[in-house]
Nanobody, 122 residues
Framework: VQLQASGGGLVQAGGSLRLSCAAS????????MAWYRQGPGNEREFVAD?????????ADFVKGRFTISRQNGNARDTVWLQMDSLKAEDTGVFYC???????????????WGQGTQVTVSS
């Protein structure tokens, strides 16, 4: 399963960015997709996720500011992270991941994208 993330950049505090991540793979069934971030000197932390059916979860520090959404396709699933009211502490590398199984296996594994840098200036 390949994941390609994009959409990062430099933005002023209070601004917005929209990240996208496309997941694809032959014979892959993708379930939950998620975003994580890793700030400078910090461990990678959960931001938000969304199931194949559209159920969402958010970390407390992004509730009301970030929105995760998803489009399921035959060959590719895409997840977006709309980030509004950005703060300097949101700065970091944002990674997307996907839980997926490769048919005919029923075992789900976690796959990660390459990360996209988000920098919020104060």
């Amino acid at each position: 399963v390949q994941l390609q993330a994009s959409g990062g950049g430099l933005v002023q505090a209070g601004g917005s960015l929209r990240l996208s991540c496309a997941a694809s793979g032959s014979d892959a069934h993708i379930s939950t997709m998620a975003w994580y971030r890793q700030g400078p000197g910090n461990e990678r932390e959960f931001v938000a996720d969304i199931t194949g059916g559209g159920t969402t979860r958010y970390a407390d520090f992004v509730k009301g500011r970030f929105t995760i959404s998803r489009q399921n396709g035959n060959a590719r699933d895409t997840v977006w992270l709309q980030m509004d009211s950005l703060k300097a502490e949101d700065t970091g590398v944002f990674y997307c991941n996907a839980r997926a199984k490769i048919r005919p296996s029923n075992i789900y594994n976690t796959y990660w994208g390459q990360g996209t840098q988000v920098t919020v200036s104060s």
